[in-house]
T-cell receptor, first 111, second 114 residues
Framework: DAKTTQPTSMDCAEGRAANLPCNHSTISGNEYVYWYRQIHSQGPQYIIHGLKNNETNEMASLIITEDRKSSTLILPHATLRDTAVYYCIVRAVYNTDKLIFGTGTRLQVFP | NAGVTQTPKFRILKIGQSMTLQCTQDMNHNYMYWYRQDPGMGLKLIYYSVGAGITDKGEVPNGYNVSRSTTEDFPLRLELAAPSQTSVYFC?????????????FGNGTRLTVT
């Protein structure tokens, strides 16, 4: 079973921040949180990852709660091209082993 | 680098036929994965491999076989195609020993079984 739970769908107005939550209450100390997105039927694309500190890159920001049981992916200024399914997964530092995806959140950005 | 390459892009099979979905990567990644994605659904792990000669079952392995004779290649075999195997198949790879190495996905193979 997936180790993460996400809302099925969300809407966001273009130009506004999109905040996508993820629950990973059983995360272990050596597991990172990774985010991917899938546009249309393309292969998923890596966005960002983190362990316990907040992370930011050119695509998004990742906020991880202090207890690490949940996280939020933030797209600061959503565009129509950000309409996609967003997946949150947890992955061990070593012994990557199985990588199970959940059902993801379908983000619809509207004009 | 080409990354992860999957062939063919599209295929139509009749029930009972067999085929091999090809996946190759040129990043020298140890870990490789096969996922399937049914329409409107998320990714389901079929099989994975942590290195040449080592494979293991994922969430939905029934009806499929894999082999990993080289680091680069990870083919997925369907022996007796069934309509339930109609799906989009994605191959992915990662440098498993490094937590900073994300999954790299191919562009998928769209398979229809009729």
């Amino acid at each position: 079973d997936a180790k993460t739970t996400q809302p099925t769908s969300m809407d966001c107005a273009e130009g506004r921040a999109a905040n996508l939550p993820c629950n990973h209450s059983t995360i272990s100390g050596n597991e990172y949180v990774y985010w991917y997105r899938q546009i249309h039927s393309q292969g998923p694309q890596y966005i960002i990852h983190g362990l316990k500190n907040n992370e930011t890159n050119e695509m998004a920001s990742l906020i991880i709660t202090e207890d690490r049981k949940s996280s939020t992916l933030i797209l600061p200024h959503a565009t129509l091209r950000d309409t996609a399914v967003y997946y949150c997964i947890v992955r061990a530092v070593y012994n990557t082993d199985k990588l199970i995806f959940g059902t993801g959140t379908r983000l619809q950005v509207f004009p | 680098n080409a990354g992860v390459t999957q062939t063919p892009k599209f295929r139509i099979l009749k029930i009972g036929q067999s085929m091999t979905l090809q996946c190759t990567q040129d990043m020298n990644h140890n870990y490789m994965y096969w996922y399937r994605q049914d329409p409107g659904m998320g990714l389901k792990l079929i099989y994975y491999s942590v290195g040449a000669g080592i494979t293991d079952k994922g969430e939905v392995p029934n009806g499929y076989n894999v082999s990993r004779s080289t680091t680069e290649d990870f083919p997925l075999r369907l022996e007796l195609a069934a309509p339930s195997q109609t799906s989009v198949y994605f191959c992915a790879s990662t440098e498993g020993s490094s937590y900073n190495s994300p999954l790299h996905f191919g562009n998928g193979t769209r398979l229809t079984v009729t």
